[in-house]
C-alpha cells in the first residue's frame, strides 16, 4: 500500500472517531427521547422497545404516562419562544442592515461608533440586567413578550449589523452612485437599491438572529419569569430542576428545542464562523 | 455626516442608548445605596459600604478567582485542541470533510441550557458515564458533588462542558485561517522541500497566528460570561464552589440568597465584572480587531 493511503486511512478514522466522540452526548440524548419509562435509568444507548410516548406526552398531554398535570405541555413555551425569535429576527436583521450600510458607506460615528457596537457583543448580560428589569417595570413590560423583544436587541443587533458589514460589502456601489444622480436620498437608495441587492445577507443576518434569540436563557429567566412569555429554554431548565430524572420527556423536550436551531445554523455553516467571530473570519 | 443617513442610523442607536446608558447610570447610582428587598422598603444611601463590604468579602473574592480558574483551564484547552483539530481536519487526506464538519457545528448550535440538561443525563448517577467506568471495572462518581472525592472537581467538570461546547468553534475558526493561506504559497513551499509538519510549523501557523489570538481573546471574553451550565448542572454548589461572579452578582442581586444579599453590593460587583469584561474588550479591539480594516480597508 502507498503511503498516501495509508495517511488516507489513519486521518480519515482519526477524524470520525473524535466526531463520534464529540456527538456521543447528543446522540444519548436523542435515543433516550425514545426510550419508554423502564428504560430511562439503563445505561444502554439503544432502546429496547423504542417509543414516541416521551414527545406525545410533552407536546400534547403534560404528563407521565397518562398522568396528568406532571408538566405543562411545551406548546405554550414553543410559541413563546417562536414569536419572540421571529420578531426579533426581523426587527434586528432590518435596523442591522441600516446601521451596517450608515456605517460602511458614510462612515456614520466614525470607528467610535463601529468599536462602541462590537463591544456591546462582548459585555457580560448579568451585570445590567437588574437595571433592565426596573426599566421594563417602569415601561409595563416586564413578564411580556414585548419585554423580551425590547431587550433581546441588546445581544442581536451587534451580532447583525457587524454580519451586514460584511455582507453589504459584495453590493457594487455604482448602482447607488446613479440613483443618487437620480435625486434618491441616502434611505431611499438604502431600501430601493441596496435592500434588494442584499437579501441573502439579510436572509442569513435573520436567522443568526433566530439563533441567539432562541437561545438566550439569562435575559428571559430574569425578564420574563412567568408563565405568559417564558421561552424554551427556560420551561426547560425549571422542568429540569424540579422533575431531574424524567429523563424521557426531558430529553424529547431538548430534542424538540435544539434541533431546529441545529438545522438553521448547518443551513448557513458558510457564514457562521464569520458572524460569530464578527467578520474577523471569513 | 448627510442628514439622509440619520434615518438610517437613529432607530439603533435609540435603542442601544436606551438599553446601555440606563442600566449604567442605574449601576453606578445603586452602588452607593444598600437595599435588600427582603428587609428594607426603600434604598438608602450608604456611602462606601458596599466597597467596605465587597474588601472584607472573602466569597466574593472567591467567585473572582473561581471565574478566572474557569477560564485558565477552559481557554488554553479549547484553543490548543481546536488548533490541533484544525490541523488534522483540513488535511487534504481526510474523507468527507463537509459531512464531518457540518457534524462539528452541532455542539456549538445546542442552546447552553440544553447542553446542561444533556450533561446532567450523562453525569446521573445511574447514567450512562458511571455505567461506561463500571463496565471497565473503575467505580462511579457523583460527577455534579464531589468526583473524586473532592467537591472542588466540579469546577473540572464545568471546564470539560465549556470545552465540549466549544472547541468546534475554535476548530473551524482556526480551519478557515489555516484554509485562507494562498495554496501558491503552500506550493511554493513544498517545492523547496517543505513537508507535512514543517510546512504547517514554519508556513501556515504563522500566517494563522492572529485568527488563533483573536479567536482566543473572543473565547475569553466569552468564558467570563459562562452562566447557563453552572445554573443548570450545579446552582453555584456544592456549597460555593462552582459560583463564579456571573453566579454571585445573581445570588446577591436576584435569588437574594447569597449571605450578603443586596441590590446595591449586586450593582458594585456588577461593575466590577463590566470593568474586567471592557480592559479585555479593549485590548482586543486595539491590538488586534483592527475594526478600522476590517470594515474600510
Redesign the interface.
Known amino acids: 500500500m502507498k503511503k498516501s493511503h495509508v495517511l488516507t486511512v489513519v486521518i480519515t478514522l482519526a477524524c470520525w472517531l473524535v466526531c463520534i466522540a464529540y456527538l456521543t452526548p447528543f446522540i444519548w440524548m436523542i435515543a433516550t427521547s425514545f426510550k419508554p419509562i423502564g428504560e430511562w435509568a439503563t445505561p444502554e444507548l439503544i432502546p429496547r422497545e423504542p417509543t414516541l410516548r416521551n414527545y406525545f406526552e410533552v407536546l400534547v398531554t403534560g404528563g407521565i404516562y397518562g398522568v396528568r398535570g406532571h408538566f405543562p405541555p411545551i406548546g405554550r413555551y414553543l410559541m413563546n419562544s417562536l414569536i419572540v425569535s421571529i420578531c426579533i429576527s426581523i426587527i434586528t436583521c432590518i435596523l442591522g442592515a441600516m446601521t451596517a450600510y450608515a456605517i460602511l458607506r458614510y462612515r456614520a460615528g466614525g470607528s467610535a461608533f463601529a468599536n462602541w457596537i462590537l463591544s456591546l457583543r462582548m459585555i457580560p448580560a448579568v451585570a445590567i440586567l437588574y437595571p433592565l428589569v426596573v426599566l421594563t417595570r417602569t415601561v409595563g413590560l416586564y413578564n411580556t413578550l414585548g419585554g423580551l423583544i425590547l431587550v433581546y436587541p441588546l445581544v442581536t443587533l451587534p451580532i447583525t449589523t457587524w454580519f451586514m458589514i460584511g455582507a453589504l460589502k459584495s453590493v457594487p456601489k455604482e448602482t447607488e452612485e446613479a440613483a443618487m444622480l437620480d435625486g434618491c436620498n441616502e434611505w431611499q437608495v438604502f431600501y430601493k437599491i441596496v435592500l434588494p441587492q442584499a437579501s441573502g445577507g439579510l436572509a442569513t443576518a435573520a436567522i443568526f438572529a433566530f439563533l441567539f434569540s432562541w437561545a438566550e436563557f439569562l435575559i428571559p429567566l430574569l425578564l420574563a419569569p412567568g408563565e405568559a412569555a417564558m421561552p424554551l429554554t427556560v420551561f426547560a431548565a425549571y422542568f429540569s430542576n424540579q422533575y431531574g430524572i424524567l429523563w424521557g420527556p426531558l430529553a424529547a423536550a431538548g430534542v424538540i428545542i435544539s434541533v431546529p436551531v441545529i438545522a438553521l445554523a448547518i443551513a448557513i455553516q458558510k457564514y457562521l464562523i464569520r458572524g460569530l467571530t464578527m467578520g474577523f473570519v471569513r | ?2 442628514r ?2 440619520l ?3 437613529l ?3 435609540i ?2 442608548l ?3 446608558i ?3 447610570i ?2 453606578y447610582y ?1 452602588m452607593f445605596q444598600s437595599f435588600n428587598p427582603l428587609v428594607d422598603f426603600a434604598p438608602r444611601f450608604a456611602g462606601l459600604d458596599n466597597f467596605v463590604t465587597f474588601a472584607n468579602d472573602s466569597e466574593a473574592w472567591y467567585a473572582i478567582g473561581i471565574m478566572f480558574l474557569l477560564t485558565a483551564i477552559t481557554v488554553p484547552a479549547e484553543v490548543g485542541l481546536g488548533v490541533l ?1 484544525a490541523i ?2 483540513t ?1 487534504r ?4 470533510k463537509i459531512l ?15 447542553v ?7 453525569f ?1 448517577t ?3 458515564l ?3 467506568l463500571q463496565s471497565l471495572g473503575l467505580p462511579p462518581q457523583p460527577w455534579l458533588s464531589a468526583p473524586f472525592g473532592d467537591p472542588f472537581n466540579v469546577i473540572f467538570v464545568l471546564a470539560v462542558l465549556d470545552v ?1 461546547q466549544w472547541t ?2 475554535v476548530m ?2 482556526v480551519a ?2 489555516i484554509e ?1 493561506v494562498p495554496s501558491d504559497i503552500r506550493e511554493a513551499a513544498s517545492l523547496d522541500g517543505a513537508t507535512g509538519l514543517s510546512l504547517l510549523k514554519h508556513i501556515v501557523l504563522p500566517m494563522a497566528k492572529t ?1 488563533i489570538m ?2 482566543a481573546l ?1 473565547r475569553l ?2 468564558s ?2 459562562i ?2 451550565i453552572i ?2 448542572l450545579t446552582f453555584g454548589g456544592p456549597g460555593n464552589i462552582t459560583t463564579t461572579l ?1 453566579f454571585y ?2 445570588k446577591v ?2 435569588t437574594l440568597t447569597a449571605a450578603k444579599a443586596n ?1 446595591g453590593y ?2 458594585l460587583l ?2 466590577i ?2 470593568a474586567m ?2 480592559v ?3 485590548m ?2 486595539m491590538r488586534l ?1 483592527k ?2 480594516k ?3 480597508g
Open positions: 455626516m448627510r439622509g443617513v434615518p438610517l442610523i432607530p439603533a442607536l435603542l442601544l436606551i438599553l446601555t440606563y442600566p449604567t442605574y449601576l445603586m483539530l488534522i481536519f488535511s487526506y481526510l474523507q468527507g464531518i464538519r457540518s457534524l462539528m457545528l452541532i455542539p456549538m448550535s445546542i442552546p447552553a441550557v440544553i446542561g440538561l444533556n450533561w446532567k443525563m450523562i446521573f445511574y447514567g450512562p458511571n455505567a461506561f465540549w468546534p468553534f473551524l475558526a478557515s485561517g485562507s485568527v483573536v479567536i473572543l471574553i466569552d467570563l460570561r452562566f447557563d445554573y443548570m456571573p452578582i445573581y442581586g436576584f441590590i449586586a450593582a456588577s461593575v465584572l463590566l469584561a471592557m479585555l474588550v479593549i482586543t479591539l480587531f475594526v478600522e476590517i470594515i474600510w
